[in-house]
């Protein structure tokens, strides 16, 4: 069974830094791309990063500059380094990847979602 886990969320003040990681662990065939999502109570899911298999990166403009987005395919992991951040990042962030697991076809898989907490 496929599975993403989520771990390095917690509570910074505003102007510091988080790093979040994500393994994907199972049986599976490959990994396209990898995501980070936030959202907030009351709001839609957003995309914040996401990194294709060939390291090919794309930011939501509120993060761009702050926020660093990384994988390690030899791990299965993606990361996601937040500087500089501020109250308005305050969310539940999670880890989304397109996996390819045996005996199956493509497939959206998410994390269970870190808590991030900025204060002012």
């Known amino acids: 069974q496929v599975q993403l886990v989520e771990s390095g969320g917690g509570l910074v003040q505003a102007g510091g830094s988080l790093r979040l990681s994500c393994a994907a662990s199972?049986?599976?065939?490959?990994?396209?791309?990898m995501n980070w999502y936030r959202q907030g109570p009351g709001k839609q899911r957003e995309l914040v990063a996401g990194i294709n298999s060939s390291g090919t990166t794309r930011y939501a403009d509120s993060v761009k500059g702050r926020f660093t987005i990384s994988r390690d395919n030899t791990k299965n992991t993606v990361s996601l380094q937040m500087n500089s951040l501020k109250p308005e990042d305050t969310d539940v962030y999670f880890c989304?990847?397109?996996?390819?697991?045996?005996?199956?076809?493509?497939?959206?898989?998410w994390g269970q979602g870190t808590q991030v907490t900025v204060s002012s």
């Open positions: 199972g049986r599976f065939f490959a990994i396209n791309t």
């Open positions: 989304n990847a397109q996996i390819l697991p045996y005996g199956s076809s493509w497939y959206d898989y």
